[in-house]
T-cell receptor
Framework: GAGVSQSPSNKVTEKGKDVELRCDPISGHTALYWYRQSLGQGLEFLIYFQGNSAPDKSGLPSDRFSAERTGGSVSTLTIQRTQQEDSAVYLC??????????????FGSGTRLTVV | GQNIDQPTEMTATEGAIVQINCTYQTSGFNGLFWYQQHAGEAPTFLSYNVLDGLEEKGRFSSFLSRSKGYSYLLLKELQMKDSASYLCASMDSNYQLIWGAGTKLIIKP
């Protein structure tokens, strides 16, 4: 697509429920990133996918968080047994191959997750 | 380790000039990026520097000194719409961006 698409844009869920957040990157972008941003805070790295390589999961805060990327395109971030501290904006970004590094990342509009 | 430092908050007056500084330390270097983020929105790309010197783009300019691990973003003729957070990020040897916490810029009339 023309840009990075994320859905849903807003999600309110009850504590203890599971949620799935979706990211559709720019067509042809090989790298895909998930970040979390709490109100007034910086970007917190969660997970990184590059082509067919094993993902870098070093930023996932607990084993309740997981992500997959099917067919090298769409990615889903799953949070199990949500907690109130999971409330934040979840941002997805994609970037082209190394040759396109100078273009940086393109971000989606994010999913605002509220756990009540 | 990897580290990006930038001021937490700055205040400037409409029509004036402001310089936002950033120092970086990353494993390898493939460029320095500045992004703008308005409240409640996603970050958007502003500039990219990989060679030393000043890159000018309209009212915004970005400077890089690789030997000093230093960059700044210069905003001229400030407008109220420039009120936002400005994120500095260094691209490391793996082509991943290491992000600063952002500088919140407040513009006063």
């Amino acid at each position: 697509g023309a840009g990075v698409s994320q859905s849903p844009s807003n999600k309110v869920t009850e504590k203890g429920k599971d949620v799935e957040l979706r990211c559709d990157p720019i067509s042809g972008h090989t790298a895909l990133y998930w970040y979390r941003q709490s109100l007034g805070q910086g970007l917190e790295f969660l997970i990184y996918f590059q082509g067919n390589s094993a993902p870098d999961k070093s930023g996932l805060p607990s084993d309740r968080f997981s992500a997959e990327r099917t067919g090298g395109s769409v990615s889903t971030l799953t949070i199990q047994r949500t907690q109130q501290e999971d409330s934040a904006v979840y941002l997805c970004a994609s970037s082209p191959s190394f040759a396109g590094a100078k273009f940086g990342y393109t971000f989606g509009s994010g999913t605002r997750l509220t756990v009540v | 380790g990897q580290n990006i430092d930038q001021p937490t908050e700055m205040t400037a007056t409409e029509g004036a000039i402001v310089q936002i500084n950033c120092t970086y330390q990353t494993s390898g270097f493939n460029g320095l990026f500045w992004y703008q983020q308005h409240a409640g929105e996603a970050p958007t790309f502003l500039s990219y520097n990989v060679l030393d010197g000043l890159e000018e783009k309209g009212r915004f300019s970005s400077f890089l000194s690789r030997s000093k691990g230093y960059s700044y973003l210069l905003l001229k003729e400030l407008q109220m719409k420039d009120s936002a957070s400005y994120l500095c990020a260094s691209m490391d040897s793996n082509y991943q961006l290491i992000w600063g916490a952002g500088t919140k810029l407040i513009i006063k009339p």
